[in-house]
Structures are given as C-alpha cells and as structure tokens.
C-alpha cells in the first residue's frame, strides 16, 4: 500500500495522502517482522507512466468533485492537434499508471476519456457540471479501458487492444 500511495504519481496528491502514509508506517511499527526491511521485498512495478501537470489535474480532480464544468484546451495525441472543449467531468480513473478524466463533452454531445498530462490549459466554470448516470458511465469505461474496446464479441476472440482516447 505504501508502494502504491507513493506511485500514484508523486507529488499529485502527496498532501492529500500523507495523512494514510502516516497511519500506515504507525501499523507497519506495531507488526512483528523478522526482517525489518521486509516491507521491501513487495514490489509494484509501473509501466509507460506520464506525468500530468499538477494544476490541470487539481483543476480536473476539483471540478469532478465539485461537479463544475471545465474549459479544456486538449492536444489530440491521435490526430496531433489541440481543441478547445467545455466537458462536464464525471470521474478520474487511474488506469495502467496514467490518469484519465472521464467526461460528457458539450462540443462532441457524447462521453469522451482525456489523457489528463495532454490537457495543455485548463480552467473551471461556474455552470454545474451535467450528471451521467452510473449504467451509462460504466458503459462507456468498457468499452474506453480493458482489454478490447468496444463491446464484447464472443462469437468470434479479439486478436488486437485498442484503446480510444478523445481523439477527435
């Protein structure tokens, strides 16, 4: 757990999180263990993380709880270009080491997943974000991170992973 607090992403949410980190070194003093660098010999491995700029994803963890919409300047890693987006954020997920803002853009009319480190500028309105209900949000996280985009087909196996990230 100490491992995974610290993988997050360091600094991100390091205020937030030292109080468990605390709590947590407390619990781990009161065990019993032979070897006092025990706690060493588990290991978490990340792979392909990317970094977010530290205010874009305060903003987006801010307007996701606070239930604001954003104003996004998105760079479109597929299509190599940035656009600007108003997006009411409905969660972050934290998938293979990155974070993700999971979201209903107002300029698409449909839910999108942002890469948070290729959000270039970022700032929160006061219009209250629009609520995507829980069926419809799972649906789209199915299909957006796992194994295989889209739905499943167990008619025939899927031979190739695709992930689809905003890209247009």
Same mark, same amino acid.
């Given at each position: 757990m100490q491992q995974l607090l610290e993988q997050i992403q360091p600094g991100l949410l390091a205020l937030q999180l030292k109080p468990m980190q605390? $709590?947590?070194?407390?619990?781990?003093?009161?065990?019993?263990?032979?070897?006092p660098d025990a706690v060493?010999?588990? $290991?978490?491995?990340?792979?392909?993380?990317?970094?977010?700029?530290?205010q874009h994803f305060q903003s987006a963890a801010?307007?996701?709880l606070q239930r604001k919409q954003l104003d996004i300047v998105y760079h479109s890693r597929g299509r190599d270009q940035q656009t600007e987006r108003i997006?009411?954020?409905?969660?972050?997920?934290?998938?293979?080491?990155?974070?993700?803002?999971?979201?209903? @853009?107002?300029? $698409?009319?449909?839910?999108r997943s942002f890469a948070v480190e290729r959000i270039a500028a @970022?700032?929160?309105?006061d219009h209250t974000a629009r609520n995507i209900n829980d069926s419809e949000l799972n649906g789209h996280?199915?299909?957006?991170?796992?194994?295989?985009?889209?739905?499943?087909?167990?008619? $025939?196996p899927q031979s190739r992973v695709r992930i689809e990230i905003a890209t247009d």
């Open positions: 605390e $709590r947590l070194k407390k619990i781990l003093a009161t065990q019993q263990l032979n070897d060493k010999r588990i $290991r978490i491995l990340t792979m392909l993380s990317r970094q977010p700029a530290l801010s307007a996701v997006v009411s954020p409905q969660r972050l997920t934290h998938y293979r080491d990155n974070w993700y803002l999971d979201a209903w @853009c107002h300029k $698409r009319e449909a839910l @970022c700032q929160m309105l996280s199915a299909s957006s991170y796992g194994i295989f985009a889209g739905q499943a087909n167990s008619a $025939r």
